[in-house]
């Protein structure tokens, strides 16, 4: 089995790490697994007021954690779980275009679920991913 290697990003990922004993990522071999990212600022943990700023925050959230754990981000994504605690069809369609906007090579799969609340009061969306991302080979050198 592949060595687990967790990771949690500075600051707002860190206090979560000491607050509720979670990483923001963790890579097993080539693949990273995100937990859900909610929209807060990831330097202050501050919510998003406004429910697209909060989805879009949400996403971006995804790629720092994706890229603090060795990965380039939203185009090695392939799998994609988004929680919503707003199921319109506005909020729904927002999500659909930040991953549109986000991976464009490819189309991840994705489930998307209605839930009553999240984790983080006030917190009305949460994003999670897989993602493929090799680990980039050392260059050799010659001595």
């Not at 990922?13 to 000491?18: A, I, R």
């Not at 097993?28 to 909060?54: F, H, R, S």
């Not at 185009?75 to 927002?94: E, F, G, I, P």
């Amino acid at each position: 089995m592949s060595e687990l290697r967790y990771f949690a990003y500075p600051d707002m990922g860190k206090v979560l790490l000491d607050k509720h004993c979670y990483h923001q990522a963790v890579r097993v071999g080539d693949c990273i697994e995100c937990a859900g990212q909610g929209g807060w600022n990831p330097k202050t943990g501050d919510m998003k007021k406004d429910l697209y700023e909060e989805i879009d925050q949400a996403f971006d959230n995804v790629e720092l954690a994706l890229k603090d754990a060795g990965g380039k981000g939203w185009s090695q994504v392939y799998r994609v779980r988004s929680y919503h605690t707003d199921m319109s069809h506005d909020a729904l369609m927002h999500t659909v275009e930040n991953i549109k906007k986000r991976v464009t090579t490819h189309k991840p799969i994705f489930t998307c679920v209605g839930v009553t609340q999240l984790g983080v009061e006030g917190m009305r969306v949460e994003i999670e991913v897989a993602a493929y991302a090799p680990a980039q080979k050392e260059a050799k050198t010659d001595a």
